[in-house]
């Protein structure tokens, strides 16, 4: 038992294991802009009038959620050098993360833009609003606030799916307690990094308490 | 015909077809309004009445036969049709309130987004369309806090702020609780009084009788019959618009 929680070890390891937090941080920065980007990019294409660019929108989506983000990266790390291209573990995530939460990131903001009632447009057509000013203006914001709860849990899910970094050597969290861990012989640091998380994210988790509690009553 | 034919016409539509599908919802049919003139639209439900409303800014678009208002050709590919729809307004059956704004909110953001106002000028003018309709008082108010009466009197002055030469009205007071329908159909007649020139899809044959000009009949997709209020609902020249007009009024 001792083993497991060996504060010594846990006290030496601890610059290592503070900045791999500062890392699945910076990571997560990184790759929650780019997921939400592509998550808007591609609601917005899914209300294109092109049929041709709804289909595209759908065989995307459903493509990259059905492929695990660990063998995406695994395979874009991997396999891409290859074919000659070789990227680094920080490029592969942002990658990985564009093509996989994008696509999560987007059914999301769909289903909320396709919440919103088609009079609310109508109005907003019939008093000279173009279709962009429309849905900035009317639909977005309407569609952004029922759907909060699900991009903060998403979100959530997307900051946690940064551990898969340690995979591809980017030195976060989980990166350097499982160097600390074949350093020391011992599973304290990884225990460390598990405490950090929860506590990193705890206070997420209990907003987005806040925000499903808020949104249940209403619907 | 009527005797609005020597005027040029404020909105002139010519032939219009629509199909949903299968669904031939229009087949070919022409209306013209003079300016100032008040046509109320009846017709059994099915008829085509609203979607002939919805064209008349496009809301719908035709597939063939053409849409003039004010001069403007809205099936011209270089028509500016948001340009355009500032000139005519047109007000729901379900209100269509953006929930997220206070009355005022709604009021103005056609006046800063379209019509390029500042914000406080929109504001004089936001607050000058819900005075027109009785609701200044209510200018703060979110839609879930009016009755559906006065949401729907804010949809109006929503409409009205951006001076539109015209006013479509899709069956306005078909969703109101009985009593609250007096509040919209006053404001419609000061409206009226005051010139503007209106189409109106409605079941409410007192205002038919009492405010319109003209009197229009659709069944099927087609203009069965119009004419002055009197006549249509007097004596109407159709069997089928005796046998409508007779089952509203029973």
């Known amino acids: ?219 | 015909m009527t005797t609005t034919t020597r005027v040029a016409p404020l909105i002139d539509a010519r032939g219009l077809h629509k199909h949903f599908g299968p669904l031939h919802v229009l087949k070919g049919v022409d209306l013209m309004v003079a300016p100032r003139e008040l046509v109320v639209v009846i017709g059994p439900s099915g008829s085509g009445k609203s979607t002939l409303l919805r064209c008349l800014n496009l809301l719908e678009t035709p597939d063939s036969g053409s849409v003039v208002v004010d001069g403007i050709d809205l099936m011209d590919p270089r028509t500016d049709i948001n340009l355009a729809r500032q000139r005519i307004g047109m007000v729901f059956q379900s209100f269509n309130l953006y929930p997220t704004m206070s009355a005022l909110g709604n009021v103005t953001l056609a006046l800063r987004h379209v019509a390029g106002k500042s914000a406080a000028e929109a504001d004089v003018l936001g607050m000058a369309a819900l005075a027109r309709v009785g609701l200044a008082d209510r200018a703060g108010h979110r839609p879930h806090q009016l009755s559906g009466g006065q949401q729907q009197r804010v949809a109006i002055a929503r409409a009205v702020a951006l001076e539109p030469r015209a006013m479509l009205f899709d069956e306005p007071t078909s969703s109101l609780d009985p009593e609250l329908v007096g509040s919209v159909l006053a404001v419609m007649r000061e409206l009226r009084a005051d010139g503007m020139t209106m189409v109106v899809v409605s079941h409410e044959m007192g205002f038919a009788r009492a405010a319109a000009d003209r009197v229009v009949f659709m069944e099927d997709g087609a203009i069965v019959e119009q004419g002055p209020p009197d006549a249509i609902f007097g004596d109407a020249t159709h069997s089928r618009t005796r046998a409508f007009v007779g089952q509203i009024r029973a």
């Open chain 1, 1 to 219: 038992m001792s083993d497991f929680f060996d504060a010594g070890i846990i006290l030496a390891a601890w610059p290592m294991l503070w900045r791999g937090l500062l890392t699945t941080l910076a990571l997560s920065a990184l790759v929650v802009p780019l997921g939400l980007a592509a998550g808007f990019g591609l609601a917005l294409l899914s209300t294109s009038r092109s049929r041709a660019v709804r289909w595209g929108v759908i065989g995307w989506t459903d493509l990259f959620r059905a492929f695990p983000p660990l063998v995406l990266l695994i395979l874009l790390y991997g396999g891409l050098p290859f074919a000659g291209l070789e990227l680094g573990g920080v490029a592969c995530m942002a990658i990985a993360f564009f093509l996989n939460t994008g696509s999560y990131y987007s059914e999301v903001i769909r289903a909320g833009m396709e919440s919103v009632p088609p009079g609310q447009s109508e109005a907003a057509r019939s008093l000279g609003l173009g279709t962009w000013q429309t849905l900035r203006t009317i639909v977005l914001p309407q569609a952004l606030r029922r759907v909060l709860p699900d991009l903060v849990s998403n979100t959530l899910e997307v900051v946690k799916l940064t551990s898969l970094a340690s995979v591809v050597a980017v030195p976060e969290l989980l990166y350097q307690a499982r160097q600390a861990q074949s350093l020391t012989y011992n599973p304290s640091p990884i225990f460390a990094a598990a405490v950090l998380y929860a506590v990193a994210l705890w206070p997420f988790v209990k907003i987005l308490r806040r925000l499903e509690q808020r949104a249940a009553p209403s619907r």
